[in-house]
């Protein structure tokens, strides 16, 4: 039995390009770039992307500052 063609009359689809170890593409939720790191692939997010969704907290050498004390008795 020969198998029918799925629409007569156009070309073959072109074939798939060679993926990385069979693992699909991901791409960034916000900027569509490829992720190609682990974190980044499970996240959704490059880390730039993520750097914008989720900044860092601020260091705690920066809050804090010098104060008057009086000095301790005995010293």
Do not use: N, W, Y
């Not at 063609?5 to 693992?23: N, Y």
């Not at 900044?55 to 010293?75: C, F, K, M, N, S």
Request: glycine share 10%; aromatic share 2%; charged share 30%.
């Amino acid at each position: 039995m020969e198998i029918p063609e799925p629409f007569p009359g156009f070309p073959e689809p072109p074939a798939a390009p060679d993926r990385q170890a069979g693992r699909r593409p991901v791409r960034c939720a916000l900027c569509g770039r490829p992720l190609t790191g682990a974190e980044s692939r499970r996240t959704g997010l490059g880390p730039a992307c993520d750097a914008k969704l989720h900044p860092a907290g601020p260091d705690i050498r920066t809050r804090r500052h010098e104060v008057d004390q009086d000095p301790l008795p005995g010293t």
